[in-house]
Nanobody, 114 residues
């Protein structure tokens, strides 16, 4: 079992920044992928960014150049630095861990006001 604890969501004005964190604990695989997905009201959950233990990253086109994913493998923690936030970034952001199987965090609300 893997437990994911997210933090860092909140309310911010358009153009502002937020930083999300997700700490994994439990039976962590040495090789894994951690990342962030989001789900806006009435929409499907979508990929935001992922990062592997090997350092490979992947971003949704909509966040490229504004969001940066990083991780601390020693702490099994992944971060999402979100800059130049837009109202359309408003969603519940979920941390996802893939290592043997998929685990999801409980989600953290990000609200961007115009």
């Amino acid at each position: 079992q893997v437990q994911l604890v997210e933090s860092g969501g909140g309310l911010v004005q358009a153009g502002g920044s937020l930083r999300l964190s997700c700490a994994a604990s439990g039976s962590i695989f040495s090789i894994n992928t951690m990342g962030w997905y989001r789900q806006a009201p009435g929409k499907q959950r979508e990929l935001v960014a992922t990062s592997t233990t090997g350092g490979n990253t992947n971003y949704a086109d909509s966040v490229k150049g504004r969001f940066t994913i990083s991780r601390d493998n020693a702490k099994s923690t992944v971060y999402l630095q979100m800059n130049s936030l837009k109202p359309e970034d408003t969603a519940v952001y979920y941390c996802r861990y893939l290592g043997g199987r998929v685990y999801w965090g409980q989600g953290t609300q990000v609200t961007v006001s115009s």
